[in-house]
């Protein structure tokens, strides 16, 4: 599945971006895999769009939970401001100006995806979809 030049392109992006501070390269590490992966799935991929990510972060879809028929069903409309579950159980904002320790953890960053797309969706999200809801979050 890695090819050896996805495998290079994701280490000189690493390496390139040794000089920011740790979340910031922590996250675009993340970006850059999933890029890798996107233009696995797509060779016309371009690059990861903020706006994509706010359309998708607030589209309704049917495949999922009935419940959790989109992103802000439980995260709020404004990412910057705490969501809530169906159970009430508040979630902390999803947007990185308010919250600086999200996605630093590429492991928790999947488990969660993971989980809120099966919810979401009925499915799992393509690499093209993590990257844009992604870089609506680092956008706002």
Same mark, same amino acid.
């Given at each position: ?14 390496? %390139?971006?040794? !000089?920011?501070? &740790?979340? @910031? #390269?922590? $996250?675009d ?8 992966? +996107?233009k ?20 309704r ?11 802000? %069903?439980?995260? !709020?409309?404004? &990412?910057? @401001? #705490?969501? $809530?579950?169906?159970a ?6 999803? +947007? ?45």
């Open positions: 599945m890695n090819s050896p030049q996805a495998s290079l392109l994701t280490l000189a992006i690493a390496l %390139s971006l040794a !000089a920011l501070p &740790p979340g @910031a #390269a922590a $996250r590490v993340l970006l850059a895999d999933y890029a890798v992966t +996107a696995k799935d797509d060779p016309a991929f371009a690059g990861f769009s903020a706006a994509r990510g706010e359309a998708f972060h607030r589209k879809f049917a495949g999922g939970k009935p419940d959790s028929p989109a992103c802000t %069903s439980c995260h !709020a409309d404004d &990412p910057r @401001a #705490a969501g $809530r579950t169906p009430g159980k508040t979630i902390d904002a999803v +947007a990185v100006s308010v919250s600086s320790t999200r996605y630093l953890d590429p492991a928790k960053v999947e488990k969660w995806f993971r989980r809120n797309c099966q919810d979401v969706l009925g499915r799992e999200c393509r690499a093209q979809e993590k990257g844009d809801w992604l870089s609506y979050m680092l956008s706002r």
